[in-house]
């Protein structure tokens, strides 16, 4: 199993890496934030985005897609991560195609994701009903009412869920909260008669939303897959959602660490770097360590995933736990090692450690998937 980019992957991270550079630098967040940004991304960006293929890396080629694989994608999401980059590349390729790819009907896909690769079309996942991840906790019922289906309930954190065209929801069709079995996904469009979005930004300057569900009337043609057969789809979809911000916060650690070292290096105190200093030396080496280690295992899921690896679901639970507990450690020594500035606003540091306290909640914490990892193994 190659760890290792090929000369193909290299190029396209190279590619994205010199474009986010030059077109969506880290103070493009902060106007985005600053203006409350209703979108909450640059639409001008996703379509410069779309131009040079990215919502196509993972779809396959019959539907215009590239078929470039998870490795491909791993290193977009990765430079992404390095510029703290709002788009809706992650709902809606990642979790929203990703739920049609593999279980909508034919015609489903032929209407569908050649909109979303010619970034026409932009989704959601409503999947969570707390602010902590556990979608067998689902509890939005779909009811089926003399041949009537009728959605009703709240769902909550639905990551950019204010502007997304489409959401794919999650509902219980039969069932109590904690069955595996009974679980639904069904296509709801925004402007369904019945939705409320209530619009919501996150301490890292991006948008989400909170869903509320009022007798939504959908169709059954509305349905990702059977009626309540819908979790070993959602697993798979979450594997890729994992893995996938899991190597977005694998390069926001990387451009933490590497701005905390530049700052080690120029700053003065006392008459000498401060990167002399033999303590200030040992915590970055630590630093370091924890960066390798998680980096291995995202690059390693990733060639799972390319793979159609077994253990796909235990390779992603290990990489966001390993992803959550590095971005926290490495943006708290960041905080400490640029003194009382990092913590201000005008430092770049802090809006890294707001996205790190964000990302460590999407789709899974540590403790869910510790958890994960020990019930995948028989524990």
């Avoid at 630098?25 to 991304?41: C, K, W």
């Avoid at 791993?74 to 992650?90: C, D, I, K, W």
């Avoid at 798979?236 to 700052?263: K, N, P, W």
């Amino acid at each position: 199993m190659s760890m290792v980019l090929n000369e193909e992957q290299s190029l396209l991270e190279d590619t994205i890496r010199d474009f986010l550079s030059s077109h969506a630098p880290v103070a493009s967040l902060r106007q985005i934030r600053d203006a409350q940004d209703e979108l909450g991304y640059s639409d001008e960006l996703w379509q410069q985005l779309t131009d040079l293929g990215i919502p196509a890396i993972l779809m396959p080629e019959e539907f215009g897609g590239l078929g470039f694989g998870f490795k491909g994608l791993g290193a977009v999401m990765q430079q992404m991560g390095r510029h703290l980059t709002a788009s809706p590349l992650f709902a809606t390729v990642v979790l929203g195609a990703s739920a049609i790819e593999l279980g909508a009907t034919e015609k489903q896909k032929q209407e569908l994701l050649p909109k979303i690769t010619t970034g026409e079309l932009t989704l959601s996942l409503a999947m969570d009903e707390g602010y902590h991840h556990h979608p067998l906790n689902t509890d939005v019922r779909l009811d089926d009412n003399k041949g009537k289906l009728t959605i009703s309930g709240e769902k909550a954190f639905v990551l950019d869920g204010s502007s997304a065209d489409t959401f794919i929801v999650l509902v219980r069709s039969f069932g109590k909260k904690g069955d595996a079995t009974g679980l639904s996904l069904v296509l709801v469009n925004r402007d369904s008669p019945g939705l409320t979005i209530e619009r919501t930004q996150y301490m890292d300057g991006r948008n989400a939303a909170d869903l509320i569900f009022d007798k939504v009337l959908v169709n059954e043609d509305h349905l990702i897959g059977s009626l309540g057969e819908a979790y070993p789809i959602l697993q798979q979809v979450l594997d890729r959602g994992v893995i996938a911000i899991s190597a977005e916060m694998l390069g926001g650690c990387q451009e933490v660490f590497e701005r905390t070292l530049h700052y080690l290096r120029d700053r003065e105190q006392f008459g000498v770097k401060i990167g002399t200093f033999q303590a200030l030396q040992h915590r970055a080496s630590m630093m370091f360590c924890q960066l390798e280690q998680s980096k291995s295992a995202v690059l390693s899921a990733l060639s799972s995933l390319d793979n159609n690896g077994a253990d796909c679901s235990i390779q992603a639970s290990i990489a966001k736990t390993l992803m959550n507990e590095c971005y926290q450690h490495i943006t708290n020594e960041a905080i400490q090692m640029h003194g009382g500035m990092g913590i201000t606003d005008e430092l770049d540091i802090g809006l890294f450690l707001k996205r790190a306290r964000i990302s460590i909640q999407i789709l899974g914490d540590s403790d869910y998937h510790k958890n994960r990892y020990a019930e995948l193994n028989g524990y």
